[in-house]
């Protein structure tokens, strides 16, 4: 504001009572939101990490290299959202959290960290800083990482198939993940395209295909494989996947956005690599307002999506605009 300018502004006409007083409650349930969506991102953190810390083998467990080295990048921090997700779709499904859920929740996440491990490598994306630690790779070697993402990887399917859910939902979740991680429009696919397309300026579609395959893919294998484990019927299953992809596709939009916008300490990953590497991002391509303007959008359709689980699905809606408005 120039200086003056308070002198000249005339004084603003005040509101009327009622107006205040609906924003005031506005403002309160605001808080409340705020401080429920802590406690359940802060509960989820800790039930996955206990449940972790009960699944993966000790540090002194032989062949102790790599099982410290799985450790080293399982337990550096990360935000658990995919095993959160997982859960809280089971909620929305059973109305409370189902017994032995945080296990499926679990081998998510080993399959997540498995994939960062991969990402971070030499031969991929060649980065020095993960969840504000060394990258496993610069920790322990090349060979040892490599390898500690193949035995998260299959450390998570063991876990899977133990899963405490009735048997052809287990197989369904199986399933699930595996497509959700593999080559055809699943993880492992759109980590191929994305290494394709670096260096060239991607077209709308080829965009879309990474986004949607790199990381919503697993991101909705998540919500919907919570939804199975609490006994989802198809609609509701459906009406999951539905979310799981629009928050999925915005999730990396943002990722893209931040590693604009933020700093590699904010991040715990090399902020600006994005841009090094010509990496085919939405910032790239539609720059960053129209870039938060889609994000913006996707959440609205995840919203809508959850229509059909009325107040049972109000932890899943926050998360979603937890997801968007999240700085690291
Ligand atoms: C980072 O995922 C990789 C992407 C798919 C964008 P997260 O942002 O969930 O990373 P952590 O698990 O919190 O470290
Ligand atoms: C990675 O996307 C998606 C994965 C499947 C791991 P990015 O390469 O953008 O993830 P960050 O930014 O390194 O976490
Ligand atoms: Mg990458
Ligand atoms: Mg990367
Ligand atoms: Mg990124």
Do not use: W
């Not at 406690?39 to 290299?65: F, H, Q």
């Not at 550096?76 to 959290?97: H, N, T």
């Not at 539609?286 to 959850?306: I, N, Y």
């Amino acid at each position: 504001m120039a200086v003056g300018a308070a002198f000249t502004t005339p004084a603003p006409t005040p509101a009327p009572v009622s107006v205040i007083a609906s924003a005031e409650s506005y403002l309160h349930s605001l808080v409340i939101l705020t401080s429920m969506l802590k406690e359940t991102l802060e509960e989820g953190r800790k039930i996955t990490d206990a449940a972790l810390e009960k699944l993966l083998p000790g540090p002194d467990v032989r062949p102790a290299s790599i099982h410290r080295a799985m450790r080293h990048s399982v337990f550096a921090g990360g935000k658990r959202i995919r095993p959160i997700l997982c859960m809280e779709a089971g909620c929305a499904v059973a109305g409370s959290l189902p017994t032995g859920i945080q296990e499926v929740g679990a081998a998510l996440e080993m399959l997540h960290t498995y994939s960062l491990i991969h990402d971070d490598l030499p031969a991929l994306d060649n980065d020095d800083l993960r969840r504000g630690r060394p990258t496993c790779h610069k920790a322990f070697g090349e060979a040892t990482a490599i390898l500690a993402g193949d035995a998260l990887q299959t450390q998570a399917y063991e876990v899977l198939a133990r899963s405490q859910c009735p048997p052809e939902a287990r197989v369904k979740i199986i399933e699930e993940i595996a497509r959700g991680t593999g080559t055809i429009n699943g993880m492992i696919g759109g980590q191929v395209v994305d290494l394709e397309s670096e260096h060239k300026k991607p077209d709308q579609e080829t965009l879309q295909y990474i986004h949607l395959s790199k990381t919503a893919a697993l991101i909705t294998a998540s919500v919907v494989s919570g939804g199975l484990y609490a006994g989802g019927s198809e609609e509701q299953i459906k009406q999951l996947r539905c979310y799981g992809q629009s928050i999925g596709l915005a999730f990396q939009i943002v990722d893209d956005i931040l590693d604009v916008t933020q700093t590699s300490e904010q991040l715990g990953k090399t902020a600006g690599k994005d841009l090094a590497s010509e990496k085919a991002t939405y910032p790239a391509l539609f720059g960053l307002e129209e870039s938060r303007k889609r994000a913006a959008e996707l959440l609205t359709s995840a919203c809508d999506a959850l229509r059909t689980f009325g107040s049972r699905a109000e932890t899943l809606e926050t998360i979603a605009r937890f997801l968007i408005e999240r700085k690291n």
